[in-house]
Nanobody
Framework: QVQLVESGGGLVQPGGSLRLSCAASGTIFQINYVDWFRQAPGKQRELVAEITSAGYTNYADSVKGRFTISRDAAKNTVYLQMNSLKPEDTATYYC?????????WGKGTLVTVSS
């Protein structure tokens, strides 16, 4: 069974940077798009960034200009580069892969932005 594993989270100071990775344990065929979500305690889950099979990207207004989503198909990995981090970016970040037949979720990686 295919699994997604997020990594790269941790504690970072405001203004710092982190790069999150979402790695698939096996090949997922017919991928339509990949999303990064985040959820802070007591908050609703929020779509942060998306990359389609054609390479188009979309971002939440709150992260536009600071975050970049990218893909390395050879490594079965999607990245989320996060720059100029703010305390309000603190959340658990999840990747989600949308194929033609089903969705795959990772278990999340915690990002804490604090001084």
């Amino acid at each position: 069974q295919v699994q997604l594993v997020e990594s790269g989270g941790g504690l970072v100071q405001p203004g710092g940077s982190l790069r999150l990775s979402c790695a698939a344990s096996g090949t997922i065929f017919q991928i339509n798009y990949v999303d990064w979500f985040r959820q802070a305690p007591g908050k609703q889950r929020e779509l942060v960034a998306e990359i389609t099979s054609a390479g188009y990207t979309n971002y939440a207004d709150s992260v536009k200009g600071r975050f970049t989503i990218s893909r390395d198909a050879a490594k079965n990995t999607v990245y989320l580069q996060m720059n100029s981090l703010k305390p309000e970016d603190t959340a658990t970040y999840y990747c989600k892969v949308h194929s033609r037949s089903r969705e795959y979720w990772g278990k999340g990686t915690l990002v804490t932005v604090s001084s």
